[in-house]
């Protein structure tokens, strides 16, 4: 969304984004804890990395690597099989050039909502989106009922908008009224949804027996991924500590929201979801310690 903003600014289309997060990221946040003792960790929770394959997009991310927002994270990457307790196939995952943002992956979207051209509005939710048939134009309004003004045009980047299930969180039908829009309707269902929890852990030791920065999991019913995330350029990480992202698999995660109802996950519910992961991460036998962080997100 937001490199969509960044372009049309580039081409003198005056952007207006609109995000009900606190800031820029979305599902490229950085997540910013901050210990009992006061020591500050921060977890890229969403997007780990990424690759790029097509030619104008290598040469809009080269853009971002001489501005220092992006950086190579020159890591190895492996699969773990949990039936044999062994890795394998290293580096079959790690044959693209892997990216991230500096200090944290949200970097890029921070510096993107910033260029001339683009007011971002951070901490608006759009709870209308009316289209004006007599004006061409689009009418926004936020949840709170607020008018956001007129728009030739709107570039949605969450399926939510549409969904029928925001109203079991907001108590409010979705912005869009898809009847409305027929032809939308099917393109819209046929976007895949995937949820997933993502479990920030912070460990006082590294993890000795994992020779890799990232891994996936074979045979494993809960966990699909795990990163160093400590181990990416540019990181802040109090002395000697050692910091991992993994992620749940999406059938993990359908299970546990399918039981939870589409609501929130209370603080409670998170806090089981951590258990139950950290468990099958210890249950690899790799000697994992006890973390000195420990928090699960939904995605
Ligand atoms: C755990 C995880 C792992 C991933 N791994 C990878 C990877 O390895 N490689 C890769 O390339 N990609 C990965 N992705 C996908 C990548 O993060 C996304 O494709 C990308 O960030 C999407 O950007 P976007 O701007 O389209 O949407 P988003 O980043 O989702 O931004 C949409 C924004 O809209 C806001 N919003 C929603 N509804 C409203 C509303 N009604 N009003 C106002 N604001 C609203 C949301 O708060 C959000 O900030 C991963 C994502 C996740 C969650």
């Known amino acids: 969304g937001a490199v969509c903003a960044s372009l049309l600014a580039a081409r003198g289309v005056a952007v207006t984004l609109f995000d009900s997060g606190r800031g820029p990221g979305g599902r490229m946040a950085q997540r910013r804890e901050v210990m009992d003792d006061g020591t500050e960790l921060r977890f890229d929770h969403g997007a780990p990395y990424f690759t790029v394959s097509n030619d104008e997009v290598v040469r809009v991310v080269g853009g971002w690597e001489a501005r220092g927002l992006v950086a190579e994270w020159k890591a190895m990457f492996a699969c773990f099989d949990r039936e044999t307790g062994k890795f394998r196939d290293f580096d079959k995952e790690g044959t693209m050039k892997k990216y991230v943002g500096v200090p944290g992956m949200n970097s890029i979207c921070k510096s993107l909502c910033q260029e001339d051209g683009v007011v971002s509005k951070f ?24 008018d956001l003004g007129s728009f030739d045009f709107v570039v949605a980047t969450d399926k ?134 420990m928090k699960a997100h939904r995605w």
Request: net charge neutral; proline share 9%.
């Open 160 to 293: 939510n908008i549409a969904s029928q299930k925001v109203s079991g969180l907001t108590g409010k039908p979705p912005p869009l009224d898809l009847s409305v829009f027929p032809h939308l309707s099917a393109m819209i269902q046929d976007i895949p949804v995937r949820p997933c929890f993502a479990l920030m852990l912070a460990f006082s030791e590294p993890l000795a027996m994992v020779p890799v920065q990232g891994f996936s999991f074979y045979n494993s019913d809960s966990l699909s991924w795990a990163f160093c995330d400590s181990s990416k350029p540019g990181r802040h990480v109090p002395p000697n500590s050692q910091s991992w992202v993994l992620r749940s698999t999406t059938e993990y995660a359908s299970k546990v929201i399918d039981s939870m109802g589409p609501r929130k996950p209370s603080a409670d519910a998170l806090a089981k979801v951590a258990e139950e992961l950290f468990r099958e991460f210890q249950a690899t036998g790799l000697n994992i310690p006890q973390p000195i962080f």
């Open 123 to 146: 901490g608006v939710t759009i709870g209308k989106m009316d289209w004006l048939q007599d004006r061409s134009s689009w009418s926004l309004a936020s949840l709170d009922g607020k």
